[in-house]
């Protein structure tokens, strides 16, 4: 943001096109004015104009706190809205209005205190909502409190030592290669190859649902990860896939031959036209495929014990991150998964398959031969 700095205070345009006037006050705490300008003159206007109260003793000083928070939050979230992906801006307006607003959007920043927002999350809690939501809601009233502090407005963030309720961490069900060949035989016809990228591809549920016919290059045995979908808000919302990587993968004969006869029978021909659709033609939204798809094959072959653990599609991804960092290494999973750290792969996805300690005591044990022999050979 361009900063026009003068002989007394300073003025920045803000990505809202409008402009911030600042000073330092006597007390050396800078000091914002409560509203924004339409241009930098009428900035500078205000800057003049207080600089001259200030001097000859007639300026009273404006607690700059007492403004709503609720305005005050959507020009934070506005402001920042070409910084955060699109969906990421959608949660966070949704937060905003569902979670927040009702309780603090006409309050005082300055009146809101610890014990406020500490009773706030409690109350979210004991009324069901998930530890996510939470944390996600508290999130996005955090941030608003920061830039209130950087503003001058409040003096400490009220969201700075908020205790959450205890929550386990997500802890993915990893399945074998067999148990998920059972499971994709067992899907309707439309789902068979979404449900085999899920689970081979390791996409995210988002990625497999954006896929364009134009991704899948079976010429050249790839796909190309370059968009995300999901439902936000009750709005649908496009994006790049997270942390912004696009990524090529590349696929084991089995799915290209699943995927030609999947595109040959339900993808339109248009180039741009969505792989995987739902009954009714449009994308496949996470929601329902659960309820009225995966749900019902999951409980039947868990009656049948043809699956021990009830799984959901995030474990997929998570059994293949397992089973390629077992046979190529983590830093392989870590590029099929999209991740740009190996750390976010063995924290979060790939966990070690059983009995796969006992290959690695064999090969360790072929590579102690193959050493002992070389030593012997020279000596």
């Known amino acids: 943001m361009a900063k026009s700095r003068n002989s007394w205070g300073a003025i920045r345009k803000l990505p809202s096109g409008r402009f911030q006037a600042r000073w330092r006050g006597q007390s050396g705490k800078v000091q914002t004015a409560p509203v924004t300008f339409a241009t930098r003159t009428e900035a500078q206007r205000f800057l003049s104009k207080t600089r001259t109260e200030i001097e000859d003793g007639t300026w009273k000083k404006v607690d700059l706190g007492n403004q709503a928070f609720g305005p005050f939050a959507k020009r934070f979230l506005e402001s920042h809205r070409s910084n955060v992906r699109e ?9 905003l209005r569902i979670h927040i607003e009702p309780i603090f959007g006409e309050r005082s920043l300055n009146s809101i205190k610890s014990i406020d927002v500490s009773e706030w999350v409690s109350d979210l809690g004991e009324k069901g909502f998930k530890i996510g939501t939470l944390r996600g809601a508290h999130g996005v009233m955090r941030q608003v409190m920061t830039e209130a502090v950087r503003s001058g407005l409040i003096d400490a963030n009220p969201c700075a030592h908020t205790r959450f309720p205890k929550s386990t961490r997500y802890e993915p069900n990893i399945i074998t290669p067999q148990e998920a060949n059972i499971l994709i035989e067992n899907m309707p016809s439309r789902y068979k190859a979404f449900v085999m990228v899920l689970a081979y591809c390791g996409l995210r549920f988002g990625e497999a649902a954006a896929l364009r016919r134009d991704c899948v290059d079976l010429d050249n045995r790839m796909i190309h990860v370059v968009e995300s979908v999901t439902n936000a808000g009750g709005k649908t919302v496009w994006s790049l896939p997270k942390t912004y990587e696009k990524r090529s993968i590349s696929l084991p004969n089995f799915l290209i031959d699943a995927l030609r ?10 180039a741009h036209s969505l792989v995987f659709t739902g009954e009714g033609g449009g994308w496949v939204q996470n929601n329902n495929f659960h ?14 014990g043809a699956i021990q653990v009830s799984i959901v599609p995030k474990d997929l991804r998570a059994s293949c991150g397992s089973w390629v960092a077992a046979e190529n290494g983590v830093l392989e999973a870590a590029k099929r998964l999209g991740h740009s750290s190996t750390a976010t792969t063995t924290k979060h996805y790939a966990r070690p398959i059983a ?16 050493v002992s022999r070389s030593i012997s050979a020279a000596s």
């Open 87 to 95: 969906v990421t801006a959608v949660k966070y307006e949704t937060h």
């Open 261 to 270: 006869s999947h595109l040959e029978l339900f993808t339109a021909l248009d």
């Open 291 to 304: 309820k009225r798809v995966w749900n019902p094959v999951i409980k039947r072959l868990m009656n049948q």
């Open 355 to 370: 009995g796969r300690d006992i290959v690695v005591a064999r090969n360790l044990d072929a590579l102690f031969s193959e």
